[in-house]
């Protein structure tokens, strides 16, 4: 779990305690209104107790006071026992008593929270609900079938050993329609399965975050920008499509990718343009590292039918 949400979480975590205790309290009030016997006793002991804690201090004896209140937690306990009384608080979460943890570890209610969250945060625009279960290349007879369902199969071995894997840029190049977006749904929506944070956008909703960001606008696009760098996996689609902006789109994209390189967070790009459309347009400083042979899966241009068409 990344650290971007701590304090959402805090917050809900806090809501519930809240409301736990505001639930034990009626309950409380409930019995005592119901019990007017017990009511007096427990306000006599809290009157002993507070006594109690005066002598003590001021070491004076408190023998006698000890034993009343001794005699008085006796009459309660009787009383609530003989009477089945139950002071009751109803948390949220019975497991972990609305903490969040259990032996240190986040509770699955803490998770189920964090997985909202993240799914919250998975993209600006509908993501495509696609999964992995979904790919008919098997099936489908497109002459790109064969090479899609070997980077399927390659691509679903990372997401199983996300955490573990050396591959940390992703580079996908085909044609419009071969699939590349339905695979990069599948990878987006496999990952949020399994609690890891993904944002999934456009090229051009990227570089409108940058440009909100460059130019200090405070939008939902500048404060997109936050999660750019610290989602676990950000994947652009399209990359080639959004407008080149002096200063910021070709810039931008460099320093994103380094600063999540440097954090070990991983980053695919999608496009149509070929090996040497991305040069030409971005330069070969992005290209090198988006390509590095030691960290990254890049994949030649796929070519094939339009799976739109069939």
Known sequence: MINYFDKKLESILNSRRTIAKERAQKNYEEILSAHPDLKEKIKIKKSLELEVSRNTALKKPCEEISARLSDTEKYIKDYVNANGIKFTSTYTCPLCKDTGYLDKKPCKCLVAEYNKLIRQNASLSPMPEFTFKDNTFATNGAPQAAGMNKLYAKMQAVVNKFHTTKYNCFLLCGASGVGKTS????????????????????????????????????????????????????????????????????????????????????????????????????????????????????????????????
């Open 183 to 310: 695979l990069a749904a599948a990878i987006a929506n496999d990952l949020l399965d399994k609690n890891v944070s993904v944002m999934y956008l456009t090229s051009f909703e990227l570089v409108n975050i940058f440009l909100d960001k460059h130019t200090r606008k405070d939008t939902a696009f500048r404060k997109a920008y936050d999660y750019v760098l610290a989602c676990e996996m950000l994947i652009v689609d399209n990359l080639g499509a959004e407008p080149i902006y002096k200063n910021v789109t070709v810039e931008y994209l460099l320093s994103t990718l380094e600063k999540r390189l440097g954090e070990n967070k991983k980053t695919m790009f999608l496009t149509q343009l070929d090996g040497q459309q991305l040069v030409n347009r971005y330069g070969s400083a992005l290209l090198s590292k988006i390509a590095d042979k030691n960290y990254s899966i890049s994949i030649g241009y796929i070519q094939g039918e339009d799976l739109r068409k069939l």
